[in-house]
């Protein structure tokens, strides 16, 4: 199958924050299962992923950049921003059902450490989804 | 797959242009080989100044290139 560099990259992207923040929630949603949950440590192990996230991130970039040097260096251009905006235009849709979404929880006063981990798995959510347009319209055309 | 209205001939043009290249089109339209591709393939229609930067690097009038096909 061919698939150009953007292409591959989305992709890297995409298994990188479903495999991390995959972890992150399944290990979130266990640890809420305790009565009495450490926030300090679930605080301290949502920046240990997101730092663990931006470190394989670049990494796997830099990678990448250097596997295919001559694609990586081909800049954007009209129908990757159509791609882009489109992407970001339903992102922005799940986006904004997650602030309505936390302005309920602050109404019903839950609790601010499960209010937070709701609003970042949506914001993951949307990522994945702005993500997976991405490829679907870089495969199927615009 | 989506295809779309806009018909061209960019693959004969480029043929007939001592067979250039894609990547060669991509570059001086100042596009990316797979917008190129995407294009030839029906899969993407151009803006107007895209269609027009084309139409001129094989010195052919746009209708040369494009022709709009309402068919489907």
């Known amino acids: 199958m061919n698939i150009s560099f953007k292409e591959k990259s989305i992709l890297t992207s995409l298994i990188i924050t479903i495999l991390i923040f995959g972890y992150y929630f399944i290990y979130i949603f266990r640890a809420m299962n305790d009565p009495n949950p450490n926030e300090s440590e679930l605080i301290g192990f949502f920046f240990r992923m997101v730092v663990l996230m931006i470190i394989i991130e670049i990494a796997s970039h830099i990678t990448l950049a250097i596997a295919f040097k001559k694609e990586a260096n081909e800049g954007y251009d009209e129908r990757d921003k159509i791609i882009e905006l489109k992407a970001i235009k339903i992102s922005y849709w799940i986006l904004i059902l997650g602030v309505l979404i936390t302005g309920v929880n602050i109404i019903i006063e839950i609790s601010p450490l499960i209010s937070a981990n709701i609003l970042w798995l949506i914001f993951i959510i949307a990522e994945i989804t702005g993500d997976t347009i991405k490829l679907f319209y870089y495969k199927r055309g615009i | ?72």
Do not use: C
């Not at chain 2, 100044?49 to 139409?55: E, G, T, Y």
């Open chain 2, 1 to 72: 797959m989506v295809k779309s209205n806009i018909r061209n001939n960019i693959r004969k043009l480029r043929f007939n242009a001592n067979e250039m290249t894609q990547q060669e089109l991509a570059e001086k339209v100042g596009a990316t080989r797979q917008t190129i591709h995407h294009i030839e393939k029906w899969k993407y229609s151009p803006s107007l100044d895209l269609a027009f930067r084309i139409a001129n690097v094989f010195r052919v009038s746009l209708e040369d290139v494009f022709q709009y096909d309402d068919i489907n």
